[in-house]
T-cell receptor, first 117, second 113 residues
Framework: GAVVSQHPSRVICKSGTSVKIECRSL??????MFWYRQFPKQSLMLMAT?????????EQGVEKDKFLINHASLTLSTLTVTSAHPEDSSFYIC?????????????FGPGTRLTVL | AQSVAQPEDQVNVAEGNPLTVKCTYS??????LFWYVQYPNRGLQFLLK??????LVKGSYGFEAEFNKSQTSFHLKKPSALVSDSALYFC???????????FGSGTKLNVKP
């Protein structure tokens, strides 16, 4: 299957700093990528849909100024957690699909564990 | 509205026995159903999907799932469980707005030697 990578895999930062997480589709192009947040022992919560060359679409309740998404190319989307606080600590996962249709399989990155002190 | 339910938080099975992880769905229009597995501190790995065609779908690592339209179910099965199958399993449905996946709450599978 297709490969999606995330970097970094783990990050620890101080409260008030910003953290950037990268999501790359390694062997395919993705016009759309998705960002999820997962709390311990819980399911994935969709945060936003990242669209190449246009603004991201955020889910209700997700602060767009807090979680900045940039999808600058067909293989790269970034999520920046601005002015991070301890409550932002979580496991962030991205996904991408190669087909662009509703039957498309989504392939997930390995996730980024963010810890805000 | 689209939704997925996984009624069991945890399933325990002995190695070598068959396993079933349950999933029911609610969706407008045709359902596109997926199963993913997640190991600790890892992303989700694709197991299989149902789009159309045969109700029995075969996937990775010996897993299969049966689509049952009348019962709106898509249960994951494996004839003989392995200890290495122990993980968190998610059922997902892709809705009418095909850009979104709706995930179930997850089922933790424990396979004991």
């Amino acid at each position: 299957g297709a490969v999606v990578s995330q970097h970094p895999s783990r990050v620890i930062c101080k409260s008030g700093t910003s953290v950037k997480i990268e999501c790359r589709s390694l062997d395919f192009q993705a016009t759309t990528m998705f960002w999820y947040r997962q709390f311990p022992k819980q399911s994935l919560m969709l945060m936003a849909t990242s669209n190449e060359g246009s603004k991201a679409t955020y889910e209700q309740g997700v602060e767009k100024d807090k979680f900045l998404i940039n999808h600058a190319s067909l293989t790269l989307s970034t999520l920046t957690v601005t002015s991070a606080h301890p409550e932002d600590s979580s496991f962030y996962i991205c996904s991408a699909g190669s087909g662009g249709t509703h039957t498309d399989t989504q392939y997930f990155g390995p996730g980024t564990r963010l810890t805000v002190l | 509205a689209q939704s997925v339910a996984q009624p069991e938080d945890q399933v325990n099975v002995a190695e070598g026995n068959p396993l079933t992880v349950k999933c029911t769905y609610s969706v407008s229009g045709n359902p596109y159903l997926f199963w993913y597995v997640q190991y600790p501190n890892r992303g989700l790995q694709f197991l299989l999907k149902y789009i159309t065609g045969d109700n029995l779908v075969k996937g990775s690592y010996g897993f299969e799932a049966e689509f049952n339209k009348s019962q709106t179910s898509f249960h994951l099965k494996k004839p003989s469980a392995l200890v290495s199958d122990s993980a968190l399993y998610f059922c997902a449905v892709r809705g009418y707005n095909f850009n979104k996946f709706y995930f179930g709450s997850g089922t933790k599978l424990n396979v004991k030697p």
